[in-house]
């Protein structure tokens, strides 16, 4: 798809009305997730299907920023390409409600304090014998000089921020999922 066609599609399709019903008050409710458990997430997803494309574009807008949908796209989040090969729908929802819930590997959040007194955040992306280089919140990338640093703590949350659905409504909800399940290995 085009930029330009892309764009069109934004403009006139709006994510937060695409497919809803408006007889359903939880369906353009932006943050309808937020401070939810697993159980009531799943319960207020209830079996909407999504649309694969409408997730794109929300995957495109909310995700991509981190998260590689496809080989080949350096990205400082899990690599999502695989990910309809090892989770299902509900554990998908979980790691996008609850990220911290369950750690990738490599993705937990440290504090480094300088010796300078700076203090930076983010997670651990490469170690040398001279460096570390960390991945922030903001999608940085910072080489921190391990003679500088003056002390180092994990934190044991997730890179990705806890709020990072906070503005998601229900049938965006639906729409990422119906995407992200299509990340799977092409079987022959």
């Known amino acids: 798809m085009s930029l330009r066609a892309l764009l069109l599609v ?4 709006p994510l937060s009305g695409a497919e809803e019903d408006p007889a359903d ?22 079996d909407r299907a999504g649309n694969a494309g409408f997730g794109k574009l929300v995957f495109a807008q909310r995700c991509q920023r ?3 949908p496809e080989a080949g796209i350096t990205a400082i989040g899990p690599f999502l390409g695989l990910v309809a ?3 299902d729908r509900t554990a998908l929802l979980k790691s996008i409600i609850m990220p911290g819930a369950d750690l990738a590997f490599g993705y937990e959040m440290r504090r480094f304090i300088m010796t300078d007194g700076k ?11 001279d460096a570390i280089k960390i991945a922030t919140v903001k999608g940085e990338m910072r080489t921190l000089v391990k003679d500088n640093i003056k002390e180092e703590e994990r934190l044991g949350t997730s890179l990705m921020p806890v709020d990072a659905c906070r ?7 639906a729409h990422l999922l119906a995407f992200i399940e299509t990340l799977k290995s092409k079987a022959p």
């Open 119 to 129: 203090t930076f955040e983010g997670s651990q992306v490469e170690d040398t014998a």
């Open 66 to 68: 981190c998260h590689a």
């Open 10 to 13: 934004l403009v006139l399709v």
């Open 167 to 173: 503005a998601i409504t229900v049938d965006q909800m």
């Open 25 to 46: 008050p939880r369906a353009g409710e932006a943050g309808a997730f937020k401070g939810k458990t697993l159980t009531e997430a799943v319960a207020l997803l209830g």
């Open 85 to 87: 090969d090892q989770q």
